[in-house]
């Protein structure tokens, strides 16, 4: 499954509204994130029952709100809309497979 990138607020949040989705909110100037990136890529296309969303937060900063961010990248997952865990910062491939499979396997 390919990352999706979102066009306006509604399309978020029918995205987030529909299953699993493992959201990305970075920007474009973000060291970690840059490095972030590949692996979220490499990890989307592990879980083909996850939407994968990245949301800059310098274009969409009400969704940032929305979610109180203020340190980036921050990686949340959603089911059906609702939040189920969140980390912020840099993360190894290993730790964010272990993340996903923490959250989905407890909720």
Do not use: R
């Amino acid at each position: 499954m390919s990352i999706k990138t979102i066009n306006n607020k509604e399309e978020f949040i029918t995205i987030i509204n529909n299953g699993y989705t493992f959201v990305d909110f970075y920007t474009t100037w973000c060291g970690p994130c840059k490095m972030l990136a590949p692996i979220v890529e490499q990890i989307s296309t592990q879980f083909k029952d996850i939407n994968f969303l990245k949301v800059d937060i310098d274009q969409f900063s009400d969704i940032a709100q929305m979610f109180f961010i203020q340190s980036i990248p921050t990686i949340y997952l959603f089911k059906d809309g609702k939040p189920l865990n969140h980390f912020v910062g840099f993360k190894p491939v290993t730790e964010i497979i272990e993340f996903i499979k923490q959250n989905k396997k407890s909720k």
